[in-house]
């Protein structure tokens, strides 16, 4: 299976606000997990990405915690601000092939002020 | 900054009509994407390629086909637009290693 679920579907924080975003996965092959962030009108953008050798990475406000057991992995965002309003995808690449990912269907985050 | 342009912003076309999206990188990626964008469904693969004029099918190519005939070109071809084609199209390259970039995307409206 190459399916990435993805939660919550919507998410509203207050500023100042801690938010999560959670991605779960079947394929233990996957070896690389970005999440990208998307602005109307723009195209995505990779925030942040980790791969299963660690369990956390963190780059500045972003972090990402990643449970290998559980086949889990998610995206906090610290002292949430307005302009971190977005869509975020979760993804998943496959260790053979040709570097495809596979994505989560996203999640409208609204920090309101 | 690695780069991929998408020609178009915005089109509207026509049921039936031959649409060509372009797409350009400018850091001799190998390997290129067409992702189609729908709200609820998130990026779903329709082709990508590994080299010049080698492609794969992704997750849905039905009604789609794809050409590239230069490593920084990449095209998406639908033969007989339809109105469920009706979408925002994405176009991204990567390194090996798995980072993804994209092109800022094409909406395009069959009418």
């Known amino acids: 299976q190459q399916q990435v679920k993805q939660s919550p579907q919507s998410l509203i924080v207050q500023k100042g606000g801690i938010s999560i975003i959670n991605c779960a996965y079947e394929?233990?092959?996957?070896?690389?997990f970005p999440w990208y962030q998307q602005f109307p009108g723009k195209g995505p953008a990779l925030l942040i990405a980790?791969?299963?050798?660690?369990s956390e990475k963190k780059e500045g406000r972003f972090t990402i915690s990643f449970n290998k057991s559980a086949k889990q992995f998610s995206l906090h965002i610290m002292d949430s601000q307005p302009g971190d309003s977005a869509t975020y995808f979760c993804?998943?690449?496959?260790?053979?092939?040709?570097?495809?990912?596979?994505f989560g269907k996203g999640t409208m985050l609204l920090v309101s002020p | 900054d690695v780069k991929v342009t998408q020609s178009s912003r915005y089109l509207v076309k026509r049921t039936g009509e031959k649409v060509f999206l372009e797409c350009v990188q400018d850091?001799?990626?190998?390997?290129m994407f067409w992702y189609r964008q729908d709200p609820g469904l998130g990026l779903r693969l329709i082709y990508f390629?590994?080299?010049?004029?080698?492609?794969e099918k992704g997750d849905i190519p039905e009604g789609y086909s794809v050409s590239r005939e230069k490593k920084e070109r990449f095209s998406l071809i639908l033969e007989s637009a339809s109105t469920n084609q009706t979408s925002m199209y994405l176009c991204?390259?990567?390194?090996?290693?798995?980072?993804?970039?994209f092109g800022q995307g094409t909406r395009l409206t069959v009418v």
């Open positions: 991204a390259s990567s390194v090996p290693t798995g980072e993804a970039f």
């Open positions: 394929n233990t092959a996957f070896d690389y």
């Open positions: 980790i791969r299963p050798d660690v």
């Open positions: 993804a998943a690449r496959l260790n053979s092939g040709y570097s495809t990912l596979t």
């Open positions: 850091m001799d990626h190998e390997n």
């Open positions: 390629s590994y080299d010049v004029k080698m492609k």
